[in-house]
């Protein structure tokens, strides 16, 4: 097989300037404005590369969008306010939530659609499946040209998209993972200098050991400490939804999936999805730290159970023929069964001080470090 467009750039890169961190790399094969996973490529749905929950269910906007209506009204009903999604896909999960928010005049009436998503192509399907509707999106390339006031924030699945940084534990200290070229001139990851001291990592992981990797999400946190502040500021809500751990923790969770299998993240740059696992305990340090209140983690079978998913099936599925329903119930299990999705998937919430969004546990949050 010929080499993809972006493995010839990026092993020209790495002659020229030397092996570059995987930060790097996962940040060009995903969002390179011509050969990017992102920009190029389908990656949604049976014939794409994965499956995400609005695809499986209808009933996963449907809540999401019921989460949202209750927790704005416990703000005190905010009017104007900003409806926004980040990484919204295909659209399907803001469709399904605004079926649900039509339902609710005065939330409807008060929402203005905001969509953050870099890829062209994927706005014009964002575009398609949003048509039947009045509500017109205004699309972003980034979160700094957000209105200002309040903002209603959904994230699924968009967390785990971002570029992330690994560091490997060798001889008593952290280097940076890189990407670099073996003898046969292929992609191979390699260590750069030891850039973290030993002390620079959190002791709640534990003692590593050699070759312990540990994983940061540099821009990850940087957009949840920035709606963070907009939450405390000008109120509102920020719902993220991922695979992920509790951290922090060791481990490498870097990943490649082509056409619903797991394949080598340096095989075809820019052909297959790139992710790694969501830090939760780190976007919650965030949003702690910009003073707003944390709720959850929680696993995404015990939110969606909790906020009545069982009883929406059961609706949905009263007038139907026995197929549709076995396909209803098959949904649910994808989206709350433990060897599914239910346990690997969690939900983030952040509000200001002083706001219980429903599905939570009353129980204080996590502590910042
Ligand atoms: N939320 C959708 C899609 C998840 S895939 C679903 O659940 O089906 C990740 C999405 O994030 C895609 O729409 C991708 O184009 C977008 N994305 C990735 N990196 C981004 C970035 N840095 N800024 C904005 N959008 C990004």
Redesign the pocket.
């Known amino acids: 097989m010929s080499p993809t467009p972006l493995e010839h750039r990026i092993k020209a890169l790495v002659r020229l300037n030397g092996p570059m961190p995987v930060f790097d790399y996962m940040g060009t094969c ?2 390179d404005p011509e050969h990017g996973y ?1 920009m190029a490529r389908e ?2 749905g049976q014939a794409g590369d994965f499956v ?4 499986v269910s209808q009933m996963f906007g449907e809540m999401i969008g019921a989460f949202v209506i209750e927790t704005w009204e416990r703000l005190g009903r905010p009017a104007p306010f900003a409806l926004v999604e ?5 659209g ?2 803001m469709a399904d939530l605004l079926r649900v928010a039509r339902r609710v005049p005065a939330f409807f009436a008060a929402a203005r659609l905001h969509l ?4 062209p192509r ?1 706005r014009a399907k964002q575009a398609a499946t949003l048509a039947n509707q009045p509500l017109r999106p205004t699309w972003h390339d980034r979160l700094d040209t957000l209105p200002a006031g309040p903002l209603l924030v959904v994230a ?3 967390f785990d ?2 570029p992330i940084r690994q560091f490997e534990f060798r001889g008593r200290a952290w280097h940076e993972r890189v990407v670099g070229l073996d003898d046969t001139g292929g992609l191979a990851f390699g260590l750069g200098p030891a850039t973290l001291a030993e002390g620079a990592v959190p002791k709640e992981a534990g003692e590593p050991q050699d070759g312990a990797i540990l994983e940061v999400s540099p ?1 990850g946190v940087e957009i949840m400490t920035a709606l963070a502040k907009r939450v405390v500021t000008d109120r509102g809500l920020v719902v993220a939804v991922d695979y992920g751990y509790a951290g922090p923790a060791f481990g490498d969770t870097f990943q490649a999936i082509r056409a619903h299998t797991y394949v080598d993240p340096l095989g075809r740059p820019g052909e297959a999805d790139l992710t790694a696992h969501v830090d939760f305990t780190a976007l919650a340090g965030a949003a702690i730290r910009a003073g707003a209140a944390v709720h959850g983690p929680v696993e995404q079978g015990d939110f969606l159970l909790g906020l009545g998913l069982a009883e929406r099936a059961g609706r949905l599925g009263a007038d139907k023929d026995e197929t549709t329903r076995a396909d209803i119930v098959s949904q649910v299990n994808r989206l709350v069964g433990a060897e599914e999705m239910g346990s690997l998937f969690k939900v983030l919430a952040v509000t200001p001080p002083g706001i219980a969004p429903p599905g939570f546990p009353l129980a204080p949050g996590p502590v910042a470090p």
């Open positions: 995903l969002g992102y990656p949604f995400t929950a609005p695809e980040f990484g919204p896909g295909r399907t999960l953050v998503e870099t890829s994927l699924n699945e968009f998209a971002l821009v």
